[in-house]
């Protein structure tokens, strides 16, 4: 069976066992053109299902909301660890950070004060922030991940007031416009599909209200395709084929946003958080990366993958209008599996390259360290190391000399990034030792006090 098919038959099944009244579903990768499929009406005669008909994505608007923060981070205008009483005026909780608020780690109670899924009105983004004293800190800061709308609004409110403009527009101007995605919109389209509340009991739908979030919009308001959705999920994983100039945010800092900074559950780490995107660990060394979301009538699923040699720009959503229907949620993640099972990325021909400058070629080959094997070899234009028969798709780390500094390199990935690897060299400028991360590196296996292994007691 196809790629195509097994997608087209997932896609199905899942609409059939959750009874979604309408899905959509597509997938983005950068080497192929995009695949959607649509099942069920759109319950909105003047519009068709089809791929252009929008849903509401509900709490994957946060990853919006994250990347607005960070690239106000980039531009100088906030710290992540300063308290957000710095830039905002709050009657409570103002020594919440931003990193602790982009990782569902500050405490902060789940919804603004008030019985707001009764009323279904929810305050601007004055009073949000004005009644911020009504709303508990459940937590101690920093004790552990506590889900949080309230927290992703006070951060757009937070980056709104950063730029002297509302949430929707930097929304517009810094995110949607510079990505073409033209489907997906803050208000209500006409072209939206009609969310349910599908009977547990009887094949009885009956439709769901649609409120307006107010100030709390940053963290659930948007509606969007899925088309759009998975060219989204793309960039959150590969921004150098999504976004290759970094008009919207540099590739570096979407990096920092995918590394784990807590778990959901103490006992059952299937899942986490980075700064505002969930992390969902897959077999064979890959991630999927991206958010859940949900709203009266409709539910979403937004990830794209990364490592176990999944294509570039993998990604693929779900969105459904169904406000109960699981399937949807867990179809999304069976789509990046079929892709890299069914359809993997093309193996790229190895060709030789220039060797290694001569000042590093004494540095390869076998060293030890701590009585272990280490290899460090001349790849891609950079020094790299690995630990001695480590599984090929584990990465290695990678070394980048400091500006004049030819024998002092920085570890820029992999193990021990951020640590310094020094070069000792004798009278004819062979490296003889090594220092990385402070530990000695020798081409004989030594104690730690500099004995060789070899030279014991007879």
Do not use: C
Not at 108 to 126: C, I, K, S, Y
């Amino acid at each position: 069976m196809s790629a195509t098919a097994r997608f087209e038959r997932a896609a199905r099944k899942a609409q059939a066992d959750g009874r979604v009244p309408a899905l959509s579903v597509a997938l983005h990768r950068a080497d192929r053109e995009p695949w959607v499929l649509t099942v069920g009406d759109s319950g909105n005669p003047d519009h068709p299902l089809g791929p252009d008909t929008r849903f509401r994505i509900g709490s994957v608007t946060k990853t919006f909301t994250a990347v607005l923060v960070m690239r106000a981070r980039d531009e100088g205008l906030l710290d992540l660890d300063r308290p957000i009483s710095a830039y905002l005026d709050v009657p409570a909780h103002g020594d919440a950070t931003p990193r602790r608020l982009l990782s569902h780690t500050a405490g902060f109670q789940r919804e603004p004060a008030g019985d707001v899924w009764d009323t279904l009105v929810t305050p601007g983004a004055a009073d949000l922030l004005a009644q911020l004293d009504q709303a508990e800190r459940v937590l101690p800061n920093a004790r552990r991940f506590h889900y949080s709308n309230l927290g992703f609004a006070v951060l757009g409110q937070l980056v709104a007031k950063l730029h002297g403009t509302t949430w929707d527009d930097l929304l517009a101007d810094r995110i949607l416009t510079p990505l073409g995605l033209a489907a997906t919109t803050v208000g209500r389209p006409a072209q939206a599909a009609v969310g349910y509340l599908v009977d547990e009991y009887s094949d009885a739908a009956r439709p769901e209200p649609q409120p307006d979030l107010g100030g709390v919009g940053p963290a659930a308001q948007l509606w969007s395709t899925a088309t759009d959705m998975a060219r989204w999920a793309a960039f959150l994983v590969s921004p150098e084929t999504a976004d290759p100039d970094g008009k919207v945010l540099a590739a570096a800092t979407l990096e920092e946003m995918r590394w784990p900074l807590t778990p959901r559950e103490e006992t059952v780490w299937a899942s986490g958080f980075g700064l505002g995107l969930i992390l969902a660990p897959q077999a064979r060394r890959a991630v999927h990366v991206g958010h859940d979301g949900a709203m009266p009538g409709f539910l979403a699923g937004v990830y794209g993958r990364r490592g176990d040699a999944a294509p570039d720009g993998l990604g693929a959503a779900v969105l459904g209008s169904s406000g109960t229907a699981g399937e949807i949620n867990e179809l999304v993640h069976e789509l990046l599996r079929i892709a890299v099972d069914a359809d993997p990325a093309e193996i790229k021909p190895w060709r030789p390259a220039p060797p290694a400058p001569r000042e590093y070629r004494s540095a390869l080959g076998v060293w030890w360290s701590e009585g272990g094997q280490f290899v460090f070899s001349w790849h891609e234009g950079a020094l790299q190391a690995r630990i001695a028969g480590s599984p090929a798709d584990r990465p290695p780390a990678v070394f980048r000399p400091l500006p004049g500094r030819p024998d002092v390199l920085r570890t820029v990935a992999g193990r021990e990034a951020g640590e310094l690897l020094r070069l000792t060299r004798d009278e004819h400028g062979v490296i003889v030792r090594m220092h990385w991360a402070t530990y000695r590196f020798t081409r004989v296996q030594e104690t730690f006090d500099g004995g060789a292994a070899w030279d014991g007691d007879e």
